[in-house]
């Protein structure tokens, strides 16, 4: 069967379409934002291969699994089995890596486990383990009649007189010893000094090299091991200058006393208790409750509240801290700022052995005496955090913990054995700590020989190919340490696409959203060239894409539109892109033809050089003391490879050292600068993100952007509610009362896949509505609540055009593309650009002062060529009333509309962390550094 032939999908929004995808080719679904793209690749294609193959499971199995409804479709023909690779499904597990994510990290722990060489910390000697055959072959090989003797060490740089020892050794047969390289028989063993260090060693055997001593030699070697928990040392009898030579059943230290246990690969996994950090747990930080937060303004004294919950407000504290004043002579009415070290570290940390009078007060005012020591306020907070069974108490106290790199582990999440196992002088630790680039380099030129090259190779092979992947797809920069909550959502969906590569499946049709985002123009044709592979396996792969590049190395593009929403849903036009390019009715044609075009900034903003905000000596991560030089009141875009340290800059740096300056923040959690100069040009600080709005169904644009408030409040009023005593609370999902108690308002009940994802189904209840029968009996112009959540945002304008402060919210949704998304949509089904686009809408809906800042990562994530005009409209609005934008950002379109861009680069992770360019379009297109300019030239030339 040559194509995946879809008849009548009507999911969602798509009207009734059929569409023939040709089978094992590379196939791009695009179109406007909303038009129904999702719908028709997650919705049906995806759901219909996910439903199909949990149908195929035993009826065993499916006990386990809920039954997944039918995707609104006719018919699907020559539908393969269905792997999806989206953006939403990054782990927030703390424990998942990128090198657990990939696997890369399962092979590397075997790897250590059977070919790393163990050392001891203290004298770099090899800890190596042999049978006794192994030791029996490595005497044999010494000279033949050569005389050597078996030696077992008994004392190892040890003071004392040891008579007692060397008289128990005498009785159990043993004649001769060797003190500190000389032989004395036992029973005229020289008086120790007992002040001094020395070592003794038991003669078990003397005999001459000859191939007929291996029994003797087995019997020998198995009652010295006995006798020196595992260490026997081969000594010439007559060569002084003879090296003696240590064997060892254990890997253990000859020189002192440092042993570790058989390794195995869970020595090195910190998702097992055999391996994890006792102090973190595995987890590589630790918690502590933090004095920056507990004492966030050291200018105020004790009697002033400098101490969070310890002030006058709390009198059983305070008291406390009365008594103990009188007791050390301070005074709580010093600053804490005045205070000495050693009072602040006794207030903070305690009295171990002082036993100080305290008064304590019952509720009807009497004083009662009691002698006890102090406990200290850090102690205080960490005894109540662990006892307490109030959430409010345990939510309130968990403000003042801050995290830290593990003192034990030092941010390794494993035991120390793990820091003293090599593969060419290089831990598993410090490995995953380098770069992609660099452990495939390492790899990639590493020579074993012997033993360790044979139990290796086939280790070696799945590991190179695992980081080339990921090279491949432009993730050379990150770390195989880097936590997966870390990722962005176009990093996540690149590691999961390498794992499938990796995982080598033919005959699978793969399904993706938009790979492209958060990739430079310079890896694009690296991360195309990996989907080609995947295509060349002998699989299809289908993905919903905006980027120019995939569309036009498609096999065959399906363009679908013509509009958002109930204006989109169908077939404008499919075939390769020659079919494409010559169809009248497609906005993407157009787009591709430059018959339209996202116009360059030819009115270029001048900069005023007395407005500009400047952040001195930024070092965090890769940054390499730089210094960013923002124009006030313009559009910049912040540029450069993948890597190479925006995110660090803006969104570690700049938002978070602002956001502690102008929202009084507790502390200053921003990554390391030296200065900042130019806080008075701002008053605000705003960051759109594309973190979610929420995490369950429970959260949609109706109430993260604030609509559904005055809707409720609407609903209360109408005649019917008034007469039934129905408050804007009866209109709520979240509380009792008018929901749905089956699903508590969710209208979704989430059912346990077991060995899949979790899956929402429809409540029964309600039928999907969230409400119960009564409050559903209360309408608004013929609409109930639910009615009114199931609405489109474009639907809803002209439904509350007479309601001003719903249209403004509602305006600014449409504003920015949104037309098409529902007001009750859940938040677990909005991409990272839609949860960024409805921020956006939030924050344009508030009054301006035209002193704001605004951070923007990437606002054209899942935005078409005509949605990204949109966007720059609303922006430049937003910079004509004298704010600030910031955008960190890879889309040419974007970046030839900004009034001044800052270049970072040259490289990712080690090789970026510099501004290799700063100035206007035209000036960074003639910078030889710039990649970005590079690109941006061949764009404005088209």
Known sequence: MKFIEIKGAKTHNLKNIDVKIPRNKLVVITGLSGSGKSSLAFDTLYAEGQRKYVESLSSYARQFLSLMDKPDVEHIEGLSPAISIEQKSTSHNPRSTVGTVTEIYDYLRVLYARAGEAKCPKHNVDLKAQSITQMIDKILALPENKKFMILSPIVRNQK??????????????????????????????PVLNPKQKNNIDIVIDRFKIKPDIKDRLADSLETCLDLSSGIAIIAAMDDNSFQDIILSNKYACPLCDYTIPELEPRNFSFNNPIGACNVCGGLGVEQYFDPVRIIPNDQLSISQGAIKGWDKRNRLYYRILKNLSVYFNF??????????EATKNLILHGTQHDSITFEYANDLGDISLKKHSFEGVLNNFKRRYKDTDSMYVREELS????????????????????????????????????????????????KLSGEQKKIAEKLLIEIIDRLNFLVNVGLDYISLARGSDTLSGGEAQRIRLASQIGSGLVGVMYVLDEPSIGLHQRDNQRLLDSLLHLKNLGNTVIIVEHDEDAIRAADHIIDIGPGAGIHGGKVIAQGDLNTILKSSKSLTAKYLNNSIQIQANKVIKSIDKSKVFKLIGATGNNLKDVTLELPVGVLTCITGVSGSGKSTLINETLYKSLHYFLNKGLVNESAPFR????????????????KPIGRTPRSNPATYTGIFTPIRELFASTQDARSKGYKPGRFSFNVKGGRCEFCKGDGLIKVEMHFLSDVYVTCETCGGKRYNEETLSIKYKNKTISDVLNMTVENALSFFDAIPVVKKKLQTLMDVGLSYITLGQSATTLSGGEAQRIKLAKELSKRDTGKTLYILDEPTTGLHFHDINQLLNVLHTLKKKGNTIVVIEHNLDVIKTADWIIDLGPEGGENGGEIIASGTPIEIIENARSYTGKFLKIHLNK
């Open 331 to 340: 005074s709580l009415d010093t600053p804490w700022k005045a205070l000495s």
């Open 399 to 446: 403000k003042l913990i801050s995290s830290k790199v593990c003192s034990a582990c030092n941010g390794s999440r494993l035991k120390p054995v793990a820091d003293n196992i090599y593969i060419q002088d290089l831990t598993l630790p410090n490995l995953v700590k380098n770069n992609i680039r660099e452990n495939y380099n390492f790899f990639s030129n590493l």
């Open 675 to 690: 200065d900042i100069q130019g806080i008075e040009f701002f008053d605000k600080i705003i960051a759109i993100d594309q």
């Open 160 to 189: 004392g007189e040891h008579k007692k020892l060397l008289m128990e050794l005498q009785t159990k047969g043993f004649i001769r010893g060797r003190l500190n390289k000389n032989i004395h028989p036992l029973d005229e063993f």
